[in-house]
């Protein structure tokens, strides 16, 4: 086979990217493409987090295919953008491929869009089916003139999805010392009393909040897992319900229930404390996502890339989408 630059170039970057382990996806697909031949295509790729529910793909495709006489191999490199795609449920899916066929040398580009549904059936790995329209480009003509030789269809692939970079709850992070007033756990979901300091209150509300937000980084990188409040997966809403349980002091389960808790506070990040909960609505509509406040403004959530940090103040990444969606502020202990 031969090896042009490109292709090695986009083995390269399948097996590096730039950013946190944590954040980073590895997917393995496969499966039929239903053109004017007998193909199926193969890929290996890494997702990691780009603005908001989008992430990027960076990997490598491989396409067999015969038609009559007629028998190709086409290995090369392949870039994505997707939607909610790091994430378990439905998402959207759009990719473009360069590749060099094994006999011949020649390019071939190839474009598809379309979208898929995966299930989280245990710990970070995923199961997913996902359907596309597939254009190729012999010979990469361009896709504004594609040559009448190319081959259009529906691509269908399964794929398996692992979250890497998982961090353990046993990592160099110090324990942080209980607050002096710890209710006891209890199987209702309702709104619990607030415990109350002693006479020296402020010290003690202090190393509360502090206690959650250890409690929340010691699980960052835990994957997302829709309905999850656990260590092996966290939803939004999850991981505050867990962050504060595991303090002694049981939130309501549901982000509308927890964006109410407590008393309302201003939506300036100087004013804010850590452990405040952040609720987060789309287009002014009812709350959908809640994060727990750390300081320097930046904050804790679980997102279609697992629990992670964000920021309300920076200009870059994400942190502009976040502040778009920002309604409130609420401080479950005073």
């Not at 290995?75 to 790091?86: A, D, K, M, P, Y």
């Not at 011949?104 to 790995?125: E, I, L, R």
Request: net charge neutral; hydrophobic share 35%.
């Amino acid at each position: 086979m031969k090896l042009c630059p490109f292709l090695a170039a986009a083995m390269l970057l399948a097996v590096w990217s730039p950013g946190k382990a944590q954040e980073t996806t590895i997917a393995a697909s496969a499966g039929p493409w239903f053109s004017d031949t007998a193909s199926s295509v193969y890929s290996l790729a890494l997702y990691k987090p780009f603005i908001g529910p989008f992430d990027y793909g960076i990997g490598i495709s491989h396409l067999t295919a015969s038609s009559g006489a007629e028998s190709r191999l086409v290995t090369g490199g392949e870039v994505s953008v997707g939607l909610f795609r790091q994430r378990p449920g439905p998402y959207g899916v759009a990719a473009a491929s360069l590749g060099m066929e094994h006999s011949s040398g020649d390019f071939d580009a190839a474009w598809s869009v379309g979208g898929g549904y995966s299930v989280t059936p245990v710990g970070p790995v995923s199961l997913g089916l996902e359907v596309a329209y597939r254009v190729e480009d012999r010979s990469t003509r361009g896709f504004w003139r594609l040559d009448p030789a190319g081959w259009r269809g529906v691509l269908a692939q399964v794929q398996l999805k692992v979250a890497l970079g998982r961090r353990s709850r046993s990592g160099s992070r110090s324990e942080t010392r209980e607050p002096a007033v710890r209710p006891e756990r209890t199987r209702d979901t309702g709104p619990p009393a607030i415990p109350q300091p002693r006479a020296d209150g402020p010290r003690e509300v202090a190393a509360f909040r502090e206690a959650v937000v250890e409690t929340a980084l010691d699980v960052m990188g835990t994957p997302y897992q829709w309905g999850g409040d656990e260590e092996g997966g966290f939803d939004c809403s999850g991981l505050i319900h867990y962050a504060y349980g595991e303090r002694g002091l049981i939130l309501p389960r549901t982000s509308r229930d927890q964006a109410r808790m407590g008393m309302q506070v201003s939506r300036n990040v100087d004013e804010l404390q850590p452990g405040d909960i952040l609720a987060f609505s789309d287009r002014g509509g009812p709350v959908t996502h809640v994060g727990l406040y750390v300081g320097d403004g930046l904050f804790i959530h679980s997102s279609s890339s697992g629990v992670m940090l964000s920021s309300l103040v920076s200009s870059e990444g994400d942190g502009r989408w976040w502040r778009q969606r920002w309604v409130s502020a609420r401080r479950i202990i005073n």
